[in-house]
């Protein structure tokens, strides 16, 4: 299973496609790390905000999970460097995402931040001087960043460093219902950005191949842009695969939902005994019912290790595609 650990909702950004910033936690309600000593081993976990690097404790929060987890993973919007650094010299196995909107323009107006693509470019240009190697940018795609996803890729390609993206969702993690795409110029962008993935100049085999993974995870999101009916993407797989905790410790199967289904706090309770409990049978009910359509790349994640041979089908149908100049299928 993967944990995404919500570990404060206080932000240094001001996003315009996440309002988590006006609702901030007060340090002193923000679980203790050391309830997080309580998750078993074995688990990809992924350390999440707000901003994670401002809480004073961080380095206690990675000292702690760093020996159980099987990845451990920093979302963060690269500001404080300094912090950010520190964690990866002295953790050097984990994974950093450092979120951008796309190019300093584009970045710093939707994020908020004054010279924030700076922070986050010269994050990532220390990052690369440790022995941490799984460093890269994220990006959500929105109404006004998608002219950027391109130009944001090449950039990437040549730091080489990875790129990952979503696209913007409603909820009650980012307290937002007014969020969505619909433009043609997006999509038309969009595409060009999965065509780029799927004939990635990345060097070395592996590189090539998250590119081509990472295109067929934007096979979902292309039809979330485009507006689909429901039922072309994998179940949900909340409380099955992943599940998160807030600040106050509460127990949740996702962020996509309209209000947050609480079905245990790691305070009270082990996780075992919350994913087992009554309480999480009643709300799998509920996921299992949602239509929310989420495009959240930790689902497609488990269902291409499940079901390895139908991205793999995909990539090569669409390969074939570009190489005689038709467009993706996207179906």
């Known amino acids: 299973m993967q944990g995404s650990l919500i570990t404060t909702y206080r932000c240094n950004a001001h996003c315009n ?14 679980i203790d790390p050391a309830y997080y000593a309580k998750l078993p081993a074995g688990l990809r976990i992924n350390i ?13 929060i990675f000292e702690i999970l760093y020996p159980k987890a099987s990845l451990l ?6 500001y404080n460097t300094d912090a ?11 994974l950093i995402r450092v979120s951008v909107e796309g190019l300093p323009k584009i970045n710093d107006s939707k994020r908020g931040l004054v010279n ?9 240009l220390e990052l690369k001087k440790t022995k941490c190697k799984n460093i890269g940018f994220s990006v959500v795609i929105s109404p006004d960043n998608y002219s950027d996803l391109v130009s944001l890729y090449e950039l990437c390609v040549a730091l080489e460093v990875e790129l990952g993206n979503s696209t913007v969702h409603n909820s009650w993690y980012f307290h937002k219902h ?14 060009r950005f999965v065509k780029a993935l799927l004939t990635s100049k990345r060097r070395g085999i592996k590189a090539k191949l998250k590119d081509y993974g990472r295109a067929y995870f934007n096979r979902s999101i292309h039809r979330r842009l485009r507006g689909d009916e429901p039922g072309y993407r994998p179940p949900c797989g909340a409380l099955s695969d992943f599940f998160f905790i807030d600040p106050a410790g509460n127990v949740s199967p996702c962020n996509g939902s309209a209000d947050e289904w609480i079905i245990g706090n790691i305070k009270e309770c082990d996780l075992e005994q919350i994913l087992k409990s009554p309480k999480a049978r009643e709300v799998a009910e509920k996921v299992k019912a949602c239509k929310r359509n989420c495009a959240f790349i930790v689902t497609e994640r488990h269902d291409m290790v499940r079901r390895p041979w139908i991205p793999i089908a995909w990539i090569l149908k669409n390969k074939w595609h570009i190489f005689r100049g038709k467009d993706i299928c996207w179906e």
Request: proline share 4%; net charge negative; aromatic share 4%.
């Open 17 to 30: 496609m996440c309002n988590i910033w006006q609702h901030p936690t007060s340090p002193v309600d923000e």
């Open 84 to 94: 950010i650094v520190a964690l990866a010299r002295k953790y050097p196995n984990i």
């Open 48 to 60: 999440t905000g707000g901003e994670a690097t401002l809480r004073r404790d961080i380095d206690k």
């Open 116 to 124: 924030g693509f700076d922070h986050a470019l010269r994050t990532i």
């Open 178 to 191: 007014d969020n969505v795409v619909e433009s043609a110029d997006a999509l038309r962008e969009h595409e």
């Open 73 to 78: 993973e920093l979302s963060t919007n690269g």
